[in-house]
T-cell receptor
Framework: DTGVSQDPRHKITKRGQNVTFRCDPISEHNRLYWYRQTLGQGPEFLTYFQNEAQLEKSRLLSDRFSAERPKGSFSTLEIQRTEQGDSAMYLC??????????????FGPGTRLTVL | EDKVVQSPLSLVVHEGDTVTLNCSYEVTNFRSLLWYKQEKKAPTFLFMLTSSGIEKKSGRLSSILDKKELFSILNITATQTGDSAVYLCAVEERYGGSQGNLIFGKGTKLSVKP
């Protein structure tokens, strides 16, 4: 257990439905990342936050995807009008980035999404 | 284009063998290279490398970075069945004000037979 939690761990939905995932990072971490991983591939970066500010979004993050981190603590990732191609493991990671020191990203257990 | 390339993609060895996993990268503004171990769950951190030629060790695992030739290796000595996993290499880029997101390779799947 790295201290990063994600909910739910598994989600099965029908195509066209909306889904929302939650990530709770390690409490003192100011950075939070979302990745997507499909079978046989390494994780692919989606977006990241520094505190509540969303600083970067990958080209993979289509208009159907939106992420928030309203109070700089937990984050949500919403996928609207899900498609079968959205089926993947969605991983959240957190880290601390400071002026004098930083440390690596710790990953949560992931949310496995299956779109039927 | 693949910015982080790992080889081999899969490897089968017997307990007690020593293995070397390779990671080459091509990024414009390198910040660090990280190795993760992934079993049937989220990746767990192994090493972060930022300087060339300095070996990092943790038990039977060690890793080194060559920033001139743009590669890193991960060595595992006296392998055990518990080392069976996918080993992921990731590079952290630095560009402009944004930094920190990781670019992962496809991973090397290591299977250690008893």
């Amino acid at each position: 257990d790295t201290g990063v939690s994600q909910d739910p761990r598994h989600k099965i939905t029908k195509r066209g439905q909306n889904v929302t995932f939650r990530c709770d990072p390690i409490s003192e971490h100011n950075r939070l990342y979302w990745y997507r991983q499909t079978l046989g591939q390494g994780p692919e970066f989606l977006t990241y936050f520094q505190n509540e500010a969303q600083l970067e979004k990958s080209r993979l993050l289509s208009d159907r995807f939106s992420a928030e981190r309203p109070k700089g603590s937990f984050s949500t990732l919403e996928i609207q009008r899900t498609e079968q191609g959205d089926s993947a493991m969605y991983l959240c990671a957190s880290s601390f980035e400071g002026i004098r020191w930083r440390h690596e990203q710790f990953f949560g257990p992931g949310t496995r999404l299956t779109v039927l | 284009e693949d910015k982080v390339v790992q080889s081999p993609l899969s490897l089968v060895v017997h307990e007690g063998d020593t293995v070397t996993l390779n990671c080459s990268y091509e990024v414009t503004n390198f910040r660090s290279l990280l190795w993760y171990k992934q079993e049937k769950k989220a990746p767990t951190f192994l090493f972060m490398l930022t300087s060339s030629g300095i070996e990092k060790k943790s038990g039977r695992l060690s890793s080194i970075l060559d920033k001139k030739e743009l590669f890193s290796i991960l060595n595992i000595t006296a392998t055990q069945t518990g080392d069976s996993a996918v080993y992921l290499c990731a590079v952290e880029e630095r560009y402009g004000g944004s930094q920190g997101n990781l670019i992962f390779g496809k991973g090397t799947k290591l299977s250690v037979k008893p």
